[in-house]
């Protein structure tokens, strides 16, 4: 294999026929490159075609939500988390949400419950097929992409009828949700499971399956257990080394301790493995989804609260899984209708911090190979 | 029967009638150069848009639909748009070879049109080494896209010229040995002499499984040539922007586009003279009737078909295939192609010696 340390260690050593550092290459790919999806900013030393370091650069799209969050109180700060993963929004603003309730121990009703997981996980299987669209196109192919937004469309139009919006959502209060579904919501939601049924073997003939596709991800970006561990990673990333960490299944909240769903774990630890982690997910969130749509029950769909929210003094830590992995609200209050410190813990931080293991020793087409796998969204690292 | 031939004869019997045989050879030289710059003009229009009307077919859309008759003038409108733009030269590049290696990209691609017989009769130049001369010529072409990514001065652009050089190199020793069967079977590099020789029945047919094996790799091999996806690394959008010409725009970013489309054009053209006997029509044997019927179909139109369909198999693997990776780009050249290629070679040789071809 041509991909080895000792190449890199050879080529520092001094003894080495003076082959100095001089030899290495240096390229800035992003802010504004079309492989990381948004702006990311990577500083890569390249020797040749090889990667010798990757180092990534925040600070671009920096909007300081967390300090902003100080000034706002606990019913507005949930909108601001809409920002963060922008495909993930449902679920970042159920995480604030349910910080929120289980600090003034609000019980939410059962419909409210329903509501909240249905839409989780049709948010999750828009961010997947999002991911698997834009993986597709990060290895070249493009057509892939038009496939994965013609389902992910029929999301976002339920979205849009739901609440209103078809990115940021903000439906989520505390207490339960904005208001109450639309009387079309079963109905849509069914259509859309028969047909993304239907759809979803497509997705294996055009991509999975292909033999410069298994090339191209196979053994490459691989990041062993001990490493996902130590790196803080979560979510699929860290489920494809073989780490059992969703929080659905570790710590449910909600309902996810009724529901009959598998959490998927890969060992293969490549970007394969990966990619056959939210392959399969997707197929577990329509799962849920169908066991849950039938039987949403008739009620309220708010809690009773009151007008202004003051959280007892003390700390709050909640976490969620989104499409990326485990999402956190850590929440210091002072007994004030604003928190007094919000820290947002992202999963794509944490997966993002793996990249230059992966990358080191791999190709620049390797690059956005792994990069795709991991799944970036740029305003969830960069607060 | 009016046939391009006709008409190519009745001009040039003309031309040396009225005028002195040196004059005529100049204005004819003219009519041709006009033609081919005609035919660069056509061509860029009709596949720019064929291009984005089969991706859009593919990834279940419309395309183009608003300028023109179903976005007919699509490229039009684009390439107004292209000739006002600002053509850039960027600081630090080379000016001289920057400015030059669009030029040199399409000059190789127009000296290709030279030796294509586009009809019966109607060649340009029906040179007696037209094989070799496309395979000389179709190299010169690298040599202009090294030349704009080491001027641009930029590091993508570096970067896609390179692979670019090594892929070229690489696969053309492929599509030479594919061409070589086929040359094998005629005795003759001249590409009239191997239109005709498949009077009776294309060389894909007639050679047998050597001839298919020799097909399968020519089209993988000129794929990679002309650095179309799956073997767009020059270019890989994810990875290095627009690799070699990243620095390019206006009329400049222009041409190279073009010359793109042209190269397409013209390995098709190479493929279907030589796989599916160019403007030969449909033959069968010794079905009298059927190869009387197939006659009457102009020879243009033949070739015109057989090229746009080769031209639409390539887009279609664009379409549809992830790239490689550039390591694996030339191991499959070097390590499967190459050896293939070498043995069916050997294989078409003993065929063609023992007479087992049709």
Redesign the interface.
């Known amino acids: 294999m041509?991909r080895t340390t000792d190449i890199l260690e050879h080529k520092q050593s001094p003894s080495a026929g003076g082959v100095g550092e001089a030899e290495y290459?240096v390229?800035n790919v992003g802010p504004q490159?079309?492989?990381t999806h948004g702006v990311l900013h990577l500083v890569i030393t390249l020797n040749g075609?090889t990667i010798i370091n990757v180092e990534p650069h925040l600070g671009y799209i920096h909007r300081s939500i967390e300090k902003m969050c100080e000034s706002l109180t606990y019913r507005q700060f949930i909108y601001t988390t809409s920002r963060m993963d922008y495909l993930s929004s449902h679920i970042n603003n159920h995480c604030c949400a349910m910080s929120v309730e289980k600090a003034l121990q609000i019980e939410i009703p059962e419909r409210a419950k329903y509501i909240r997981v249905i839409l989780d996980e049709l948010t999750r299987l828009a961010s997947h097929q999002l991911w698997w669209g834009a993986m597709?196109?990060?290895?070249?192919?493009?057509?892939p992409?038009?496939?994965a937004f013609?389902e992910r469309e029929m999301i976002n139009d339920i979205m849009e009828e739901t609440c209103g919006a078809r990115l940021t959502m903000n439906y989520m209060v505390p207490g339960g949700v904005m208001f109450d579904l639309h009387p079309n919501f079963q109905k849509r939601v069914k259509e859309f499971i028969a047909f993304f049924k239907s759809k979803i073997d497509e997705y294996d003939e055009?991509?999975t399956g292909?033999v410069?596709?298994q090339?191209?991800v196979k053994g490459i970006g691989m990041l062993s257990k001990e490493d996902a561990i130590s790196y803080g990673c979560t979510g699929p990333t860290a489920r494809a080394s073989g780490v059992s960490c969703d929080v659905r299944k570790l710590y449910p909240y909600e309902l996810y301790n009724n529901i009959e769903f598998d959490e998927i774990i890969n060992t293969g630890c490549d970007s394969f493995a990966r990619y056959q982690v939210r392959m399969q997910e997707m197929k577990q969130s329509l799962k849920i989804v169908e066991q849950l749509i039938d039987n949403i029950p008739e009620g309220d769909f708010q809690a009773k609260t009151k007008a202004v929210l003051k959280l007892p003094k003390g700390e709050f830590y909640t976490r969620v899984e989104t499409a990326r992995g485990e999402f956190g609200v850590y929440i210091v209050s002072e007994g004030a209708t604003t928190p007094y410190r919000i820290k947002f813990r992202s999963p794509g931080f944490s997966n993002l911090s793996a990249l230059n293991h992966m990358a080191k020793g791999n190709?620049?087409?390797?690059?956005?190979a792994i990069m795709g796998t991991i799944d970036l969204v740029i305003p969830d690292i960069d607060r | 029967m009016p046939s391009l031939e006709n008409i190519t004869n009745t001009i040039h019997t003309w031309l040396n009638n009225h005028v002195s045989s040196t004059l005529a050879t100049l204005i004819e030289m003219l009519i041709v150069a006009l033609l081919a710059m005609g035919l660069f003009a056509i061509l860029g229009l009709i596949l720019v848009l064929m291009e984005r009307k089969v991706s859009a077919y593919m990834q279940i859309r419309l395309g183009p639909n608003r300028v023109g008759f179903k976005g007919s003038l699509q490229t039009l409108a684009d390439t107004l748009k292209l000739v006002l733009k600002e053509g850039l030269t960027p600081n630090g590049a080379d000016k001289l070879l920057f400015n030059l290696a669009h030029y040199v990209v399409m000059c190789a691609a127009m000296l290709i049109l030279a030796p294509l017989a586009f009809a019966k009769g109607f060649q340009i130049w029906d040179i007696n080494i037209g094989v070799l001369y496309i395979s000389a010529i179709s190299s010169i072409g690298v040599i202009g896209i090294l030349m704009a990514g080491w001027a641009s001065n930029n590091k993508y652009s570096l970067l896609g010229a390179m692979r670019s050089g090594a892929q070229i190199v690489s696969y053309e020793l492929s599509a030479g040995l594919s061409v070589l069967c086929i040359v094998i079977l005629t005795g003759s590099l001249r590409i009239s002499d191997i239109v005709n020789a498949q009077q009776n029945g294309w060389f894909i047919f007639k050679g047998h499984i050597p001839a298919i094996i020799a097909f399968v790799i020519f089209i993988i091999a000129v794929t990679a040539e002309t650095n179309r996806a799956p073997f767009d690394l020059a270019e890989a959008e994810s990875e290095l922007t627009a690799g070699f010409h990243t620095e390019y725009s206006g009329m400049k970013f222009a041409l190279f586009f073009l010359a793109e489309y042209v190269n397409i054009f013209v390995v098709c053209a190479i493929g279907a003279t030589l796989f599916f006997g160019g403007w030969m029509p449909l033959h069968i044997g010794n079905w009298q009737g059927f190869n009387h019927a197939m006659d009457f179909v102009p020879s243009s139109i033949w070739f015109t078909i057989k090229v746009f369909g080769l031209i639409f198999l390539i887009m279609w693997f664009r379409w549809t295939f992830p790239r490689l990776r550039v390591d694996q780009l030339l191991n499959l050249e070097w390590k499967y192609l190459l050896p293939l290629s070498l043995v069916n070679l050997l294989v078409m040789t003993v065929v063609a010696i023992m007479g087992w071809h049709f």
């Open positions: 041509y290459m390229i490159h079309p492989a075609e597709a196109m990060d290895i070249g192919a493009i057509t992409f038009f496939y013609r055009i991509l292909n410069i596709f090339n191209r190709k620049i087409g390797d690059l956005v």
